[in-house]
Structure formats: structure tokens, C-alpha cells
């Protein structure tokens, strides 16, 4: 009964964000006829509003995000095309992206440099993982498959660190940047705020239901290994 009560908190934890941003993003989808642009236009218009130079914006299929190497707002077409708050506010967040690439955000840099190195190192711990008890085996020496499971792991661990350090990024684009220019510019309504805020709330926190997630499939990784 409590190993049962454990793993139903512990499964809460990890997918129960992740379950509420996209109830957010869900309920508050809808078309308004009451805003005047789309997520794209107001994407667009932020941008000449600030003089942020060279940034442009365009659609993606990867999720919406900001490219600061090609200097590109990336929208979903759902948000790209939509009149709804969920478009608004995240095209105003991937805006304030932009801003803090403008202002020279020195966390942004920073995971700017991360990433490439982040992701070779997960890519390499993938194979290292896969590979690791076949040499264990071979080698039937515990010391090689240990430093092989170490450095499997560490793709893990170095993707947990990329969360730690974007989830700060995150939240000063979306309480920082994106509401209060859409409070001050007057893009949204006094009775749609509190909306918004849940909203941008949502975009922020979707880098913590990927930091659960990882943890969860560290945790399992290492139950799998351990018992070989």
C-alpha cells in the first residue's frame, strides 16, 4: 500500500506538469475576436517596436522557441496563425527571448554554448549505455563497466544541468519581458491577465516537466545497469 501511494506520488510529480501545461495551453486556444493580430503579427511588431536587429519570425514544427544563433522567433502554426491568448502570450515570450539576446543576457549565452556540447554528450552516453554491458561482460572486470556506466549516465545529468540553468532564462522572459509589455502596451485586456499569467506560467514550467522526465529515466537506467 505505501510502495502503491510512493509511485503514484512519484508518477504525479513527474508527468502532473506536464499534463497541466497542456491543459493551459488547451483552454485558453481558442479564437478571440476581441484581439486584434495574430501570434505572429504581434511577433512581428514586438520586434520593430524594440529595434531587435536582424531577428526575424517564422513557423516551425519543432515548438515554439527562439534561435539565438540565426536570430529567429520559431512559432508553431497554431500560434503563428491564431488570435487566441495561449498565441499571444507565447509569441510575446519567445519575443522576450529576443529582448534578453539583445540585452546580452549572460545566462542566455550561456546555455546558447551549452547545448551543442550537452547534446554530443547525450548523444555519446546513449551509445556508451547500450554498449556498456556487453563490455562489462567481456571484460568481466568491474571496473571498466562502472567508468562505462559513469559516463553513460552523464548525458543524464548534463541534460538535468541545461534544465537548472533555462528554467531562471524562462521565467524572466515570461514575468520579466513578456507581461508586463503585454500589460504596458495594452495587447491584452485587465480581465485577461490573470489568463495570460497561467499561460506564460505554463511556458516556463514545460522545462521542468523535461528535467522530471529525465530524472525519472536516470533513475531506471540505473535500476536496469545495477542489476546486471
Not at 485586456?189 to 489568463?195: P, V
Request: proline share 4%; hydrophobic share 45%.
Amino acid at each position: 500500500m505505501v510502495f502503491a501511494a510512493g509511485a503514484l506520488i512519484i508518477l504525479a510529480l513527474i508527468f502532473g506538469p506536464s499534463l497541466w501545461v497542456k491543459f493551459v495551453m488547451r483552454k485558453y486556444s481558442s479564437e478571440k475576436p476581441d484581439i486584434p493580430g495574430t501570434g505572429g503579427e504581434l511577433a512581428k511588431h514586438l520586434i520593430e517596436r524594440f529595434s531587435l536587429k536582424d531577428v526575424t519570425v517564422e513557423i516551425t514544427e519543432q515548438g515554439d522557441h527562439y534561435d539565438p544563433t540565426e536570430k529567429k522567433v520559431r512559432l508553431l502554426r497554431e500560434h503563428y496563425e491564431s488570435k487566441s491568448l495561449t498565441a499571444i502570450a507565447i509569441a510575446a515570450h519567445e519575443v522576450g527571448h529576443a529582448i534578453q539576446d539583445q540585452q546580452g543576457d549572460k545566462r542566455l549565452a550561456t546555455r546558447t554554448k551549452m547545448i551543442p556540447i550537452v547534446n554530443s554528450v547525450a548523444r555519446l552516453s546513449a551509445i556508451i549505455i547500450s554498449l556498456s554491458p556487453v563490455i562489462g561482460i567481456i571484460t568481466r572486470h568491474p571496473m571498466p563497466f562502472s567508468l562505462l556506466l559513469l559516463l553513460g549516465l552523464s548525458g543524464f545529468i548534463a541534460r538535468m544541468l541545461i534544465h537548472a540553468v533555462t528554467l531562471p532564462i524562462e521565467f524572466d522572459a515570461s514575468f520579466s519581458k513578456a507581461l508586463p509589455l503585454l500589460r504596458e502596451g495594452k495587447y491584452i485586456s485587465q480581465s485577461n491577465e490573470k489568463a495570460v499569467s497561467q499561460i506564460l506560467k505554463a511556458a516556463s514550467l514545460t522545462y521542468v516537466s523535461a528535467a522530471l522526465a529525465d530524472i525519472l529515466n536516470l533513475g531506471r537506467w540505473i535500476v536496469i545497469l545495477s542489476r546486471r
